[in-house]
Nanobody, 122 residues
Framework: QVQLVESGGGLVQAGGSLRLSCAAS????????MGWFRQAPGNERKFVAA????????AYADSVKGRFTISRDNAKNTVYLQMNSLKPEDTAVYYC???????????????WGQGTQVTVSS
């Protein structure tokens, strides 16, 4: 079992930055791929970024490529999402997820956090 708790969300102006953190419990964190997804009001949850268990491989949605960076610290059981040049369309609830596999779809992940709200004002 892995429990995930996100933090770092908030209100920021367009062009600003936020860093989300996702703290994981459990001794097997380093064996899981980690992902970030987001869900805007009225929309389905969508892939944002993913990182392999080692941290050597990452993937990003086209909409965030070049602006967001996913990273992880296995010693701290934490995954991060650095978000720069934020846009109003980035407004959503952001979820982190852990999975034994690898991928950009929800079905590849087994554990989910409760989410953290990010609001970008214009």
């Amino acid at each position: 079992q892995v429990q995930l708790v996100e933090s770092g969300g908030g209100l920021v102006q367009a062009g600003g930055s936020l860093r989300l953190s996702c703290a994981a419990s459990g001794r097997t964190f380093s064996s899981y791929a980690m992902g970030w997804f987001r869900q805007a009001p009225g929309n389905e949850r969508k892939f944002v970024a993913a990182i392999s268990w080692s941290g050597r491989t990452t993937a990003y949605a086209d909409s965030v490529k070049g602006r967001f960076t996913i990273s992880r610290d296995n010693a701290k059981n934490t995954v991060y999402l650095q978000m720069n040049s934020l846009k109003p369309e980035d407004t959503a609830v952001y979820y982190c997820a852990a999975g034994a596999g690898w991928g950009t779809v929800e079905s590849g992940y087994d554990y989910w956090g409760q989410g953290t709200q990010v609001t970008v004002s214009s």
